[in-house]
């Protein structure tokens, strides 16, 4: 009862409240139940939550459809930003996804000839990680390989976007900062080292405590659609197109 009271506060922005009932929880629940509920890390998400939200920005929503979570991804308009996101063929999941049976979506590139994805990799005894995949000259795709740099966590990682310049990666994750589920998170690719940077939040309003996912962006950066289930109904998901300059 108290996990899932911190829980509900949790979702309500109610962080120090959320905090105080998983610390009252951990006192009294046995050590497996504290590691399997993961609450640690949802204490961790708590005080990410109380920290992104030192600065409330205003989010200009231009368009809003509910969809089923299935199916979401076929409201994103293909020609929006470059490239198709599809359900991962064969090609892509590697053994550890076929063990899992989850459902991918990948983002097909096609200015740079590559996709980008998650999964599970070959044991499928980690979390969801991003992976990606390039095309070559033969016209068939190399060996999908996890991105270099920070963006990968011990947490899941998913719904992969590759920017049109192929220098920006938008990403969602469990790990680094979030505030709870999923958060969007954008990534710069460093010439220098040849990895991707370290990850930034998107932050509030365009992440909360439920699962923020499939953030894709025009090629200026000027507009945007993402998908959260912040005010859905179980096995829905609201889809926005957003003016990314919030006031």
């Known amino acids: 009862v108290l996990f899932y009271l911190g829980r509900a506060y949790h979702l309500n922005y109610r962080f120090d409240d959320a905090i105080k009932c998983y610390n009252d929880f951990k006192n009294t629940a046995s050590g497996a139940t504290v590691k ?11 005080k990410n939550g109380k920290r992104l939200l030192s600065s409330i920005r205003e989010l200009v929503v ?20 470059g490239g198709n996101l599809l359900v991962k063929t064969d090609q892509f999941n590697l053994p ?32 969801k990680e991003i992976y990606m995949a390039r095309k070559l000259p033969n016209n068939e795709y190399g060996a999908p390989m996890p991105v270099p740099g920070e963006v990968n966590t011990e947490y899941d990682e998913d719904f992969p976007y590759l920017h049109p310049n192929g220098k920006v990666l ?3 994750s469990k790990g680094h900062n ?29 992440n909360t405590p439920y699962d923020d996912i ?6 200026t950066e000027k507009l945007a659609i993402f998908s959260s289930t912040r005010l859905s109904a179980y096995g829905q998901i609201d889809v926005y197109k957003i003016d990314i300059e919030r006031r």
């Open 36 to 46: 399997k509920l993961k609450v640690d890390r949802e204490i961790e998400s708590a």
């Open 62 to 81: 231009l368009e809003k459809k509910r969809m089923s979570f299935s199916t979401y991804y076929q409201s994103y308009s293909q020609n929006f930003y």
């Open 96 to 127: 550890g996804d076929k063990k899992k049976k989850d459902k991918f979506i990948m983002f097909q590139n096609k200015e740079r000839n590559m996709v980008v994805f998650s999964s599970y990799g070959e044991n499928g005894d980690k979390g």
């Open 170 to 172: 938008f990403f969602c």
């Open 178 to 206: 979030s505030m709870g589920g999923y958060d969007i998170f954008k990534s710069e690719w460093n010439e220098e080292t040849q990895k991707w940077g370290k990850p930034i939040n998107m932050e509030f309003p365009i």
């Open 214 to 219: 499939q953030f894709v962006t025009d090629s």
